[in-house]
């Protein structure tokens, strides 16, 4: 931590007492993996599984370790994941506001459920990510499945 903070200017660490653990090494992500490319949907579903995502993104040359892309440039590396997962989570809205417009029909209490995927879905849409969508506690149970 004590590197990471140097590294970044953090003048005060303060440790949380978070655990990290399992299998967290998730390569692999490459442009068009929302579209099964590389390995896609593999990927994909392991980032579903976890709490929280630690980009770590290559930042250095080295000609025995070949990029995925041709050329080393992190700004790109990070543009990618985050569109990406956008377009992943993309995927994941259009499915859960088919099912909740198909069960408006019999059902109008999701009509509010539906109104939280859509805000959602907007902010996709626009290229943010779900997470900065403002949500209350009970909104962001939805997601929770």
Known sequence: MALLADDISINTVVGAGTKVSGDLNIAGLVRGASRGEGLGNK????IREVDAILHVVRCFED???VHVDGKVDPLRD????NMELVLADM??????LNNARKIL????TVAGDIAVYERVMKALEDGQS???VELS???RAL???
Do not use: P, Y
């Open 105 to 108: 029909k019999g059902d109008k």
């Open 130 to 132: 779900a997470r900065t």
């Open 143 to 145: 997601f929770h499945d």
């Open 91 to 96: 995927e994941i809205m259009e499915r859960k």
């Open 43 to 46: 990927f994909l579903s392991h």
């Open 137 to 139: 506690d009970d909104e």
């Open 63 to 65: 000609s025995n370790i």
């Open 78 to 81: 990070v543009e990618t994941i």
